[in-house]
């Protein structure tokens, strides 16, 4: 009998590897024969890094972030069987506006992808006259309409919630700058009809542990949980030599997500495999996707290595959870409201 509850639907078909016996720190391993995405995937496309994935008909699809061979991230579309081995499209996703026109952004990276009832959202960065959020929506993953910029510049990381909350679309996002932002905050903001956003609230800071104490970003779509929203981040290590990007976990309460129940005061996933700390950018584990199954608990995180491959990382919700809640540490700034 599980403990905790996963309010989703089922995924039988979840990925999914035994957790090794070895295991010293959190309950999260990574898949052996990771990375499941190596370099030159598609004609024009150097690396894929940073992409979401989810079930899809009788598989899986998703929205990666791919460099071209020209420097230039644009986000593409990939099939799976198994949400293993990916089929990617060889063009890029082509946006258009509302009247059908084409509207491309000038580029676009990491990419999130969140069902919210019958409609899938994708959720990026993109320029506006800076780095901001850019959104897209489709029914159908041949036709993808962009929606209005929810923020002005800048900022990054922007993931919606799987469902509404009080009526209201949610979007966690982190405001930045326009380069390599040295610092940065979690907030939420939510939405009637995803064109007026407002209601803005701080979820959490940057961590008073070491790992996390320069910046941290919103990553996977929140998990809905019986205890909470639970979200994996990332959180960002200024170090001598470079930023250090590792994966963090954290549990939001269900009707208000701008209140931390619990935050994990240690990371989950930070880099110590080649892929991890070797490539384009080292030393980067960066979440932007889950599949996850909520009969038997199953988790698959899907994070980008260095800059250059797809990392897959497993878990269990029960023991996330009881991770999570056993070194938990949330300072008053996370367990209140987040309004000033
Ligand atoms: C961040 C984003 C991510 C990237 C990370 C490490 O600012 O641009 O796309 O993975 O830096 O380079």
Redesign the pocket.
């Known amino acids: 009998m599980s403990k905790y509850k996963m309010i989703s639907q089922p995924v039988p078909n979840v990925p999914w590897q035994e957790r090794p016996e070895n295991l010293t720190g959190a309950p999260v391993w990574r898949y052996n024969e990771n990375p499941i995405i190596g370099r030159n995937p598609v004609k024009g496309v150097a690396r894929i890094?940073?992409s979401a994935v989810m079930p899809y008909e009788d598989g899986f699809i998703g929205v990666f972030?791919g460099e071209q061979t020209n420097g230039i991230p644009y986000i593409y579309l990939g099939r799976s069987k198994d949400a293993i081995h990916w089929n990617f499209d060889e063009n890029k996703i082509n946006f258009v506006d509302e009247e059908g026109k084409p509207f491309m952004p000038r580029y676009a990276?990491?990419p999130r992808l969140v069902k919210v009832e019958d409609t899938y959202y994708i959720i990026w960065?993109q320029d506006f006259y800076g780095a901001a959020i850019g959104m897209a929506k489709t029914t159908d993953f041949k036709t993808f309409t962009r929606i209005e910029n929810p923020f002005l510049p800048f900022n990054?990381?922007a993931v919606l919630f799987p469902r509404k909350i009080n009526g209201n679309f949610m979007l966690l996002s982190r405001p930045s700058d326009s380069g390599?932002?040295p610092f940065g905050d979690i907030f939420v903001s939510e939405s009637p009809d995803l064109t007026y956003w407002g209601k803005h609230r701080h979820v959490m800071g940057k961590g008073s542990e070491w790992w996390e104490s320069l910046k941290i970003?919103g990553g996977a779509a929140p998990i809905e949980t019986s205890e909470g929203w639970l979200l994996f981040y990332h959180g960002v290590s200024g170090t001598c030599n470079g930023?250090v990007?590792s994966i963090g976990g954290a549990i939001l309460d269900i009707d208000n997500p701008s209140i931390v129940k619990y935050r994990c005061e240690t990371f989950l996933l930070t880099p110590e495999e080649w892929y991890e700390e070797r490539g384009?950018?080292p030393n980067?584990c960066?979440p932007c996707a889950t599949i996850h199954d909520s009969e038997s608990g199953k988790i698959a995180i899907y994070y980008?290595a260095a800059?250059s491959y797809v990392g897959l990382a497993f878990t269990e919700l029960d023991d996330i959870i009881d991770y999570i809640k056993e070194n938990s540490v949330v300072t008053p700034e996370d367990t209140e409201i987040g309004r000033r």
């Open positions: 890094f940073n972030r990276y990491d960065c990054r990381n390599h932002t970003g930023y990007y384009f950018v980067v960066f980008g800059d």
